[in-house]
């Protein structure tokens, strides 16, 4: 075990004994009912999954083909759900819930959302908030991102109390831990969110923030200098990336752009960031200057670039 770990083990481990606990204290409310946890869990993803198979679901659920095949077959016995041949591949077998297996499905997240209810009412709506976001992190970082649904997601551009210094930080620690820079790139991010903040004028200016489960993830901005705009703060936290929202968020900054008659839009960057170049150069930005910064890291030379739209 690498050392850095060691401290963190005993920490979760107390964590999933906690919340162990707690789930056995929901379940053993919520299934006043024949079926087990793991039965309603199998029924609740083949109603949710287009085209399940029996090969699915035990990949899902990480669950033994044998055990799994058994409570299949209880479910067809009960009428809750039914195998319909594929007509695509003769081997496979599709599984559906039927209207009546519908009815239990909807019985069982009933007494499980009262339970859920029970069990976090009390809580001020800002910890519960806090408790979302959270349980959020763990699964997207446990599952690498894998089970985003972008309907999660947000793109909102107004903007709020606490944004620029969460944006400040995330700049910061993103910066050091991809590109080695400095804190002051963190002082000259702070800096422009200043300046930002004490000139804004949403009729030229714009700060687009994504969040998930109301934690920001993701941003891009536009300021306004007379005729030209300036792409600014364009950043993804990194267990956001490669599932579209970098594109979506630079669509609608230019699209403001457009909308507000700017006649070219300039960005600042640095040679090390060969991705977001690479996507700046596909939409059309050209090379217009360049000089050497060694503000952050010794290395770099500060690019700009314009593209007239």
């Not at 056995?24 to 006043?32: A, S, V």
């Not at 083949?46 to 799994?68: F, N, P, Q, R």
């Not at 001020?124 to 959270?134: A, D, F, M, S, Y």
């Not at 960057?269 to 700046?280: F, H, P, Q, S, V």
Request: hydrophobic share 35%; aromatic share 12%; charged share 30%.
């Amino acid at each position: 075990m690498q050392s850095y770990l060691k401290k963190y083990v005993g920490i979760i481990r107390s964590f999933n004994r906690y919340y162990t606990n707690v789930l056995g204290l929901l379940n053993q409310n919520i299934l006043e009912s024949p079926y087990s946890l793991s039965e309603v869990r199998i029924l609740h993803e083949i109603e949710k999954t287009d085209h399940c198979t029996a090969s699915m679901l035990a990949d899902t659920l990480s669950m033994d083909v044998g055990y799994l095949s058994r409570i299949l077959k209880k479910f067809q016995k009960t009428g809750f759900i039914e195998k319909k041949q594929s007509k695509e591949d003769k081997r496979s077998h599709y599984l559906s819930v039927t209207p009546i297996g519908r009815e239990n499905q909807d019985r069982f997240n009933g007494r499980s959302d009262q339970q859920i209810e029970k069990l976090v009412g009390a809580l001020p709506e800002e910890e519960i908030k806090t408790l979302v976001r959270n349980m959020t992190s763990i699964e997207t970082i446990l599952t690498n991102g894998r089970n985003l649904r972008h309907e999660d997601i947000i793109i909102r551009d107004d903007v709020r109390p606490g944004d620029a210094g969460y944006l400040t930080y995330l700049h910061g620690w993103i910066y050091k831990k991809e590109y080695d820079y400095s804190v002051a790139f963190e002082g000259y991010v702070a800096e422009s969110f200043y300046q930002f903040l004490i000139h804004y004028n949403p009729e030229r200016d714009r700060l687009w923030c994504a969040e998930h489960q109301g934690e920001i993830v993701g941003c891009i901005g536009i300021v306004g200098h007379g005729e030209r705009a300036q792409l600014r703060w364009f950043l993804l936290h990194p267990n956001y990336r490669g599932i579209g929202l970098g594109k979506q968020l630079f669509d609608q900054a230019m699209s403001f752009t457009r909308q507000k008659g700017f006649k070219k839009v300039y960005l600042e960057t640095t040679n090390d960031l060969t991705r977001a170049i690479g996507m700046y150069t596909r939409e059309g930005f050209v090379k217009t200057a360049e000089k050497e910064n060694r503000a952050w890291r010794d290395d770099l030379i500060g690019l700009e670039y314009e593209m007239e739209i």
